[in-house]
């Protein structure tokens, strides 16, 4: 083991630095699992830890990942008019994308782990895995333009106000990554509303608007042309199509209903999430995957995504058959295609520290995540999407729900006696 | 049962929506579905009153309504729960549906051994809630009997606690602040025992009964709940609870061990009647596929109970709180099988015999069998040339609940397992991603589901850090009880004593909530929170 010898050769001293030895406790657990040993009660556990429970949730969005980085490039391109199969272009979209995506992650990744470990060596507490899934759930639920100092910002309030102030991982009472783009949302709404902001690489989403590129487009371009593939260059002069809207589909509903959203993406494109939005929750198919890793591994509650998936159809149809706007006639099921419902009901609701803790109080939670957030969404013209506001609005009732149900778990034992 | 209601409810309305919006047209579908989900709700109100009513009824003509009999609604249990086994006739049956069995190879092959143990102790601090210093009634170079007073607890006095076996006493250990720590007996070759004058059962009263007891040990064989305590002895038990199977990892086969005393455990049987008013109860073995020895099936003078399920459907506090539960102002008795048999003998010879047959068990055990000796024998001398590796802890009791021992502790007085398990204290590279070595879990994230017989060879290291909690559910998941046992952590953490009544804290002891602290994904040490939950309500009361 000369490796372990010689990272533990370089330990910080705890008294010392106290910063530096959280950091590199961090790590070091990271890359070995500690030889502690259980000391009284049980003698032998369970292997699972709290890492691998993180970590199985951030390895069930990476498709999701892997497809938003692309679609960044792709819509970029098809408002541009250039390269319409989902395939041309490939470099170019990829590499559009990872220019988009690799600042907001690595902002929201370093602003909030910074403050993880400031806050962990500060309480002299090893470092909490929780900002694990935060971290990685952040940058898909933003949009690719938005400025990195905003994000930073809205980290930053996040992780402080959302989680350090109740006492860390497992004392929020909120969704932090929620709580981030609500803190977005509200601070700044022009960079996360409107038709504007779902488009990367334009000042203004209208036609006849033209692409700006920086330097790391410049770079990338210098590898293409030296691979012979097709450059940015090539692209910088054109201009958006008359008639492209980066409106999503939603936006189109609340206008027009099913006609207005058909008319500019079928349903395939909305299905494997070929449209504008934010960068991580547009392709159906590929959630699907996580939430079924997630259910598999039986670490997210299938009792909250069933309930979630039965309110909203419920509210939906409710909607239906009152049929006074357009959005409320779109058929129940299409609710499904628009919009990040999925996303939301696997990575979001699903929290096990923000949801109900009860297993009957999951089923209202879930629920009433997807009854309320169906009537944001349809009802209020303010809010293109409900289930951000729904689920912060729902974490706040889960204790409320936890405790009458533990009350009268509590009345029917004291009854007995 | 309401929740099954409801979603019952909830899925007619969902189910019926979309029919009336595929047979209505357009504009009037508001109105049309409307009536549908109220005429729903109609029915499902009369039904449900029905069904009220019929309970009322039910009650009034004083029939048990908890069986699910008396209701409108069907069961879901009934259509996707476990068939009883035909075996099981007219006994009772619960099915638990929770728990998790932690499967570790070095089971206890069918073969008893005569033990190698010289030296055997009784160590105070076994029995909850007694006073660090007991009087010891023995000195140093002392002869006693099997039966002889060794030491009482000031707080209770005459209570004794007795000899196992006849020998000198060589040693009174003193732990920390002078108490106590053990009473070392090295044996005679061959046992002698104090002749006791046993009552007759037929004649006796229950006050002279406790006497007896109080002054043979038979007392101390017997525990009482809440907070696991020997007896009080101006307490009547609501009932008394043996249950005859233990399903914790590695754990003795009691069928087995106690296939050729019949009579003893009848006796015994006997003996606990007159100790209460209300039923004895037994918990058998209901698992498929398990053979329930005669001397459980043909008991009588008790109720019989059979148990399906995971671990821990065989600890008595789960199958109490199935049977009838305890209540805040009720107490109750039990005693495992061997201490049953003891007590049988006793009324049978008038002699106190503390022979247990004991399970040594374990990974890092050479040869894993049954061997015969007494209570509260030295772990080093009964497992002397049966160990494999020398890094190793050695455990009196289970691996989920039993106590760490040194080779030269003793055996805790109610155990009567051994388990050797290899020591963790390793480093492991990426261990809590790409385990190296298959290690036992609940989580779907190891493929150990699909290996549902695989026997593992678990360590001791904790396989990550403590940490606040943040799952949910789990606990729940493995405590086949209704009960709350997160809430009832947090609300014990907080010193939150009524609640902690309420959440059901005296239901419960360590061995219930061991399987729960396995499966911890933070690692919480629930047992000894709940321990230290108990010590508060016990100071309380």
Same mark, same amino acid.
């Given at each position: 083991?000369?490796?372990?010898?010689?990272?533990?050769?370089?330990?910080?001293?705890?008294?010392?630095?106290?910063?530096?030895?959280?950091?590199?406790?961090?790590?070091?657990?990271?890359?070995?699992?500690?030889?502690?040993?259980?000391?009284?009660?049980?003698?032998?556990?369970?292997?699972?830890?709290?890492?691998?429970?993180?970590?199985?949730?951030?390895?069930?969005?990476?498709?999701?990942?892997?497809?938003?980085?692309?679609?960044?490039?792709?819509?970029?391109?098809? &408002?541009? /008019?250039?390269? *319409?199969?989902?395939?041309?272009?490939? !470099? =170019?979209?990829?590499?559009?994308?990872?220019?988009?995506? $690799?600042?907001?992650?690595?902002?929201?990744?370093?602003?909030?782990?910074?403050?993880?470990?400031?806050?962990?060596?500060?309480?002299?507490?090893?470092?909490?895995?929780?900002?694990?899934?935060?971290?990685?759930?952040?940058?898909?639920?933003?949009?690719?333009?938005?400025?990195?100092?905003?994000?930073?910002?809205?980290?930053?309030?996040?992780?402080?106000?959302?989680?350090?102030?109740?006492?860390?991982?497992?004392?929020?009472?909120?969704?932090?990554?929620?709580?981030?783009?609500?803190?977005?949302?509200?601070?700044?709404?022009?960079?996360?509303?409107?038709?504007?902001?779902?488009?990367?690489?334009?000042?203004?989403? &209208?036609? /006849?608007?033209? *692409?700006?590129?920086?330097?790391?487009? !410049? =770079?990338?371009?210098?590898?293409?042309?030296?691979?012979? $593939?097709?450059?940015?260059?090539?692209?910088s002069s054109s201009v958006i199509v008359d008639g492209f809207t980066g409106a999503t589909p939603l936006a189109l509903a609340y206008q027009g209903g099913w006609e207005a959203v058909t008319d500019v993406y079928s349903t395939q494109a909305m299905w494997w999430g070929t449209i504008p939005g934010s960068i991580g929750e547009t392709s159906k198919p590929f959630i699907l995957i996580g939430v079924l890793i997630l259910l598999l591994t039986r670490i997210a509650s299938w009792r909250i995504m069933l309930s979630m998936f039965i309110g909203a159809s419920?509210?939906?149809?409710?909607?239906?058959?009152?049929?006074?706007?357009?959005?409320?006639s779109v058929p129940w099921y299409y609710q499904f295609w628009m919009g990040s419902f999925f996303f939301a009901m696997a990575f979001m609701a699903t929290d096990p520290v923000t949801a109900a803790s009860t297993n009957t109080g999951k089923w209202i939670y879930g629920f009433l995540i997807g009854f309320v957030g169906m009537i944001v969404r349809v009802l209020n013209p303010a809010y293109p999407e409900g289930w951000m506001l729904a689920i912060l609005f729902m974490n706040t009732f889960a204790p409320l729900m936890d405790h009458y149900i533990i009350q009268s778990n509590i009345t029917k034992r004291l009854k007995r006696a | 049962m309401r929740v099954y209601k409801l979603t019952f409810l909830l899925a007619l309305v969902i189910f019926s929506l979309p029919v009336s919006a595929q047979s209505s047209s357009g504009s009037?579908?508001?109105?049309?579905?409307?009536?549908?989900?109220?005429?729903?709700?109609?029915?499902?109100?009369?039904?449900?009153?029905?069904?009220?009513?019929?309970?009322?009824?039910?009650?009034?003509?004083?029939?048990?309504?908890?069986?699910?009999?008396?209701?409108?609604?069907?069961?879901?249990s009934k259509w996707f729960g476990a068939k009883k086994p035909a075996s099981i006739k007219d006994a009772p049956y619960h099915n638990l549906t929770k728990g998790f069995d932690v499967k570790i190879a070095g089971k206890a092959s069918k073969e008893i051994a005569m033990g190698n143990a010289k030296t055997f102790a009784i160590l105070p601090p076994n029995f909850n809630g007694m006073s660090p210093i007991p009087k010891v009634e023995v000195n140093v170079g002392d002869e006693v009997a099997a039966g002889d007073v060794l030491f009482y607890?000031?707080?209770?006095?005459?209570?004794?606690?007795?000899?196992?076996?006849s020998g000198e006493v060589i040693a009174v250990n003193r732990g920390a602040k002078r108490s106590i720590a053990s009473v070392v007996i090295l044996a005679d070759k061959v046992i002698k025992h104090k002749q006791f004058a046993t009552p007759d059962l037929s004649s006796v009263t229950r006050d002279d009964l406790i006497a007896f007891l109080k002054i043979s040990g038979g007392l101390t064989l017997l525990n009482q709940r809440p907070f696991d305590v020997i007896p009080d002895d101006d307490v009547v038990p609501a009932n008394i609870f043996v249950s005859t199977f233990d399903t914790a990892p590695l754990a003795p086969d009691y069928s087995f061990i106690a296939e050729d005393n019949a009579v003893a455990f009848q006796e015994g049987i006997n003996v606990l009647n007159l100790l209460t008013d209300g039923k004895v109860y037994v918990g058998l073995d209901g698992r498929p596929g398990k053979v329930v020895s005669d001397t459980f099936k043909n008991v009588t003078n008790a109720e019989v109970h059979y148990f399906n399920g995971k671990h821990p459907a065989g600890n008595v506090g789960i199958q109490i709180h199935h049977i009838a539960p305890i209540t805040t102002t009720s107490k109750?008795?039990?005693?495992?099988?061997?201490?049953?048999?003891?007590?049988?003998?006793?009324?049978l010879t008038g002699k106190y015999d503390a022979e247990r047959t004991v399970a040594i068990t374990g990974t890092s055990c050479a040869n894993p069998k049954y061997v015969k000796t007494y209570v509260g024998a030295n772990i080093g001398e009964l497992i002397a040339g049966n160990v494999e590796g020398d890094n190793n802890r050695i455990i009196s009791g289970d691996p989920l609940s039993g106590s760490k021992k040194s080779s030269e502790g003793f055996m805790d007085y109610r155990d009567d397992q051994v388990t050797i398990i290899e020591e963790g204290d390793e480093y492991e590279l990426f261990g809590w991603l790409l385990p190296v070595s298959p290690r036992p879990s609940m989580?779907?994230?190891?493929?150990?589901?699909?290996?549902?017989?695989?026997?593992?060879?678990?360590?001791?290291?904790?396989?990550?850090?403590?940490?606040?909690?943040?799952?949910?559910?789990?606990?729940?998941?493995?405590?086949?009880?209704?009960?709350?046992?997160?809430?009832?952590?947090?609300?014990?953490?907080?010193?939150?004593?009524?609640?902690?009544?309420?959440?059901?804290?005296?239901?419960?002891?360590?061995?219930?909530?061991?399987?729960?602290?396995?499966?911890?994904?933070?690692?919480?040490?629930?047992?000894?929170?709940?321990?230290?939950?108990?010590?508060?309500?016990?100071?309380?009361?």
């Open positions: 083991m000369g490796l372990l010898d010689f990272i533990k050769k370089i330990e910080p001293d705890k008294k010392k630095s106290p910063f530096l030895h959280t950091l590199y406790d961090g790590f070091f657990t990271f890359a070995y699992a500690p030889n502690e040993v259980t000391k009284g009660g049980v003698h032998v556990k369970d292997g699972m830890d709290l890492k691998r429970t993180m970590i199985t949730v951030v390895i069930a969005m990476q498709l999701c990942y892997v497809f938003g980085t692309y679609n960044i490039g792709h819509q970029h391109f098809n &408002a541009l /008019g250039m390269y *319409p199969g989902f395939l041309e272009g490939f !470099n =170019l979209k990829l590499a559009h994308g990872l220019i988009k995506l $690799l600042p907001l992650f690595i902002v929201a990744n370093v602003v909030g782990l910074g403050i993880e470990f400031w806050f962990a060596a500060k309480k002299g507490h090893g470092i909490e895995e929780g900002f694990l899934v935060s971290g990685a759930l952040i940058p898909l639920i933003m949009p690719p333009d938005l400025p990195l100092w905003i994000l930073a910002v809205a980290v930053a309030f996040a992780v402080i106000i959302g989680k350090e102030a109740f006492g860390g991982t497992g004392m929020n009472i909120w969704n932090v990554a929620l709580l981030a783009r609500v803190f977005v949302f509200f601070a700044y709404p022009t960079t996360m509303a409107g038709d504007q902001v779902w488009v990367s690489g334009f000042e203004e989403v &209208a036609a /006849g608007a033209a *692409p700006y590129y920086g330097w790391a487009h !410049n =770079l990338f371009d210098s590898l293409f042309s030296w691979g012979g $593939l097709d450059t940015f260059k090539a692209a419920l509210m939906a149809l409710i909607l239906n058959a009152w049929d006074a706007t357009p959005f409320m | 009037n579908m508001l109105s049309t579905s409307i009536i549908v989900v109220g005429i729903v709700l109609v029915i499902g109100l009369i039904v449900s009153l029905a069904d009220n009513l019929m309970q009322i009824e039910a009650k009034k003509n004083n029939l048990d309504i908890s069986k699910g009999q008396f209701t409108l609604f069907p069961s879901l607890d000031k707080k209770r006095e005459g209570i004794n606690y007795v000899a196992p076996v109750v008795w039990t005693i495992g099988v061997q201490e049953l048999i003891s007590l049988g003998k006793l009324f989580s779907g994230t190891f493929p150990n589901a699909l290996f549902s017989n695989f026997e593992f060879e678990p360590t001791t290291n904790t396989h990550g850090e403590r940490r606040a909690f943040v799952m949910t559910g789990q606990y729940e998941k493995t405590l086949p009880m209704d009960i709350y046992p997160q809430h009832l952590m947090k609300a014990i953490l907080t010193g939150d004593i009524e609640k902690m009544e309420g959440l059901g804290i005296n239901e419960l002891t360590e061995e219930d909530i061991a399987i729960c602290e396995f499966v911890c994904t933070s690692k919480q040490p629930l047992q000894a929170i709940l321990r230290d939950g108990l010590d508060m309500m016990q100071e309380q009361s």
